[in-house]
């Protein structure tokens, strides 16, 4: 079966952004990059195309949005302790990002507040887009929790900082 307009056009995008995450100790499979640290962990990063629903879908903006011809970037940290005992499921030879306990979008990671999804087009704007947030946000985002210890510190202060925020006082 032939492959539509847009799995061609997302691949040439991957294509486009293969040398920087090589570059980076990435290798992929699919629509998925992974990259080992040091300390054991698995760095995702992974393509996710938009679905192409049914004929006859409502489409409700804020709510149900028709994301056909679009793309996201999803960002995820496996630690495999995690994944055998708390959900998301052991890895087999590759890493989902659905299977990493830490995860967030490109745009999260990137400080935005709104999901993007960017057009299926392989033009130069696209890409060049997706690989400045990849070095602004996504790749610092992968490094904040390159170690257990890191996720361990960065989970520390998301808790202390939310004690915080809850009753108006600092840890002191």
């Known amino acids: 079966m032939a492959k539509s307009s847009y799995a061609e056009a997302v691949d040439q995008i991957q294509g486009k952004l293969r040398p920087l995450m090589k570059a980076r100790g990435f290798k992929v499979h699919g629509r ?3 990259r080992l ?8 990063v992974n393509i996710q195309m938009g679905a ?10 804020g709510l149900r949005e028709n994301l056909h011809g ?3 970037i999803n960002l995820g940290i496996y630690v495999p302790e995690v ?9 087999r030879s590759w890493v989902q990002d659905y299977h990493c306990c830490v995860r967030a979008r490109l745009s999260e990671a990137s400080g935005e507040e709104q999901d993007i999804w960017w057009h299926a087009h392989a033009d130069d704007a696209v890409v060049d887009d997706v690989r400045h947030r990849l070095e602004l946000g996504g790749f610092p985002f992968l490094d904040r929790f390159s170690t257990r210890d890191k996720i361990l510190a960065q989970w520390s202060h998301q808790s202390e900082k939310s004690t915080a925020d809850s009753d108006g006082h600092h840890p002191g």
């Open 37 to 44: 640290t040091e300390d054991g962990l698995t760095q995702v």
């Open 52 to 61: 192409s629903d049914p004929p006859g879908t409502t489409y409700i903006p």
């Open 83 to 91: 994944a055998k005992h708390h959900g998301g499921g052991e890895a």
């Open 32 to 34: 998925t990059f992974n």
């Open 70 to 72: 679009l793309f996201t």
